[in-house]
């Protein structure tokens, strides 16, 4: 069946610096991408969500690009901090009867002092 | 607090002996859900359902039961255990209209160990 991957599973970033934390997928019919943030011992976080006509949207230190012609998407986060050290999933969701999120891998993001 | 609940959190117990994972949610979310997380394979997801006495299954639904009586209520339920089930679970619930599936909050997880 299709899913959602990644393509790095860890990335090690020093405090203060951008990280970019890449996702492929290969559901081309899928109406949203997702990026959730687990941190130890916790469930998933919503942190962003991109709707497929779109190719770009920002929240606060965090800015998600889409390119559907590679079916690729990413997460950037801005001034990476200690707090962001936790390992990030992207998802996909279908509409249609069954509106489910397929995860992908994840990224563990390790951010250094 | 707005909050998804589960217990136990952590569960060791042998193969064959019934289980149940409780999950509560005090949004009032229409949509509950239950993942396991292996290493390696993500979240998958086992069950869920988009209302009260409306469940379906996911895409591991083998070995696993659900119900939802109340609208708060989600139990995921392990008639009979086997150590391939051994696994961290998580339950977690959104609104059920549109783009609102993106955002699902989500338990702190339950960690079951079969031996």
């Known amino acids: 069946g299709e899913s959602v991957g990644l393509h790095l599973p860890t990335l090690s970033v020093q405090e203060g610096d951008n990280s970019i934390i890449n996702c492929a997928y290969s559901?081309?019919?899928?109406?949203?991408f997702i990026w959730y943030k687990q941190e130890s011992g916790k469930g998933p976080q919503f942190i962003i969500d991109?709707?497929?006509?779109?190719d770009k949207r920002q929240g606060q230190r965090v800015t998600v690009l889409l390119n559907k012609t590679v079916k690729h998407l990413s997460l950037q986060i801005a001034a990476t901090q200690p707090g962001d050290s936790a390992v990030y999933f992207c998802a996909d969701l279908e509409w249609g009867t069954v509106n489910k999120l397929t995860f992908g891998g994840g990224t563990r993001v390790l951010v250094k002092p | 607090e707005a909050q998804v609940t589960q217990n136990p959190r952590y569960l060791i117990t042998v193969t064959g002996k019934k289980l149940t994972v409780t999950c509560s949610q005090n949004?009032?979310?229409?949509?509950m859900s239950w993942y396991r997380q292996d290493p390696g394979l993500g979240l998958r997801q086992i069950y869920y359902?988009?209302?009260?006495?409306?469940?379906d299954k996911g895409d591991v639904p083998e070995g696993y039961k659900v119900s939802r009586k109340e609208k708060r209520n989600f139990p995921l339920i392990l008639e009979s255990p086997s150590p391939n089930q051994t696994s961290l679970y998580f339950c977690a619930s959104s609104i059920a209209r549109g783009s609102s599936y993106n955002e699902q909050f989500f338990g702190p997880g339950t960690r079951l160990t079969v031996l």
């Open positions: 359902s988009m209302n009260v006495e409306v469940t």
């Open positions: 991109i709707r497929s006509n779109m």
């Open positions: 559901n081309s019919a899928s109406d949203y």
């Open positions: 949004m009032n979310h229409e949509y």
